[in-house]
């Protein structure tokens, strides 16, 4: 798994899961669709991602194609961090 996915699996079982369950989600299950991130929490997940890889997320890229898949957050970041 890459690096990135690792470290925000991490934050999401950590902060949505409660440290429980984190087999369950794939890079490529829906966070939103399987009720483990709601609108409150893209924000809490977008605040970790622009601390942690000292990015910013404009109002625009707040969609499903950058944030709703750990695949999608790890390719998200890595073409927002260039």
Known sequence: MDPITTQVKSFIVDNFLFGQGGDKITTDASLMDNGIV??????????????????????????PENLDTLGNIT?????KSG
């Open 75 to 79: 390719r998200f970041i890595q073409r």
């Open 38 to 63: 709601d609108s409150t929490g893209v924000l809490e997940l977008v605040a970790f991602l622009e601390e942690t890889w000292s990015i910013e997320v404009e109002d625009e890229e707040l969609i």
